[in-house]
């Protein structure tokens, strides 16, 4: 099995940054791409970035220009979050897949809260 562990959220003030860590450990060798997600009240979760072993990324539209999606390793993952906005508070959460697009997660972290105030 395959464990993640997300940390660096936090309360920032709107225009601020925050950097987001995931730690991977288990069989870490299952590991294909990652990415992070998050999910604020009301709505469902969404794909905010992913990552392939190659280092090819993606961003939501919303997040585009703002946020940077890094990688280590199979067991480290970051996601670097400037100009935040209040809309981008969420839970965030690390996932990863064995095969195949982030898309559809075989195995996910707890989450991390990001509250952005204005």
Do not use: H
């Amino acid at each position: 099995q395959v464990q993640l562990v997300e940390s660096g959220g936090g309360l920032v003030q709107a225009g601020g940054s925050l950097r987001l860590s995931c730690a991977a450990s288990g069989n870490i060798f299952l590991i294909n791409a990652m990415g992070w997600y998050r999910q604020a009240p009301g709505t469902q979760r969404e794909l905010v970035a992913g990552i392939t072993p190659g280092g090819n990324t993606n961003y939501a539209d919303n997040v585009k220009g703002r946020f940077t999606i890094s990688r280590d390793n199979a067991d480290t993952m970051y996601l670097q979050m400037n100009s935040l906005k209040p809309e981008d508070t969420a839970v965030y959460y690390c996932a990863a897949v064995r095969w195949g697009p982030i898309t559809v997660p075989d195995y996910w972290g707890r989450g991390t809260q990001v509250t952005v105030s204005s």
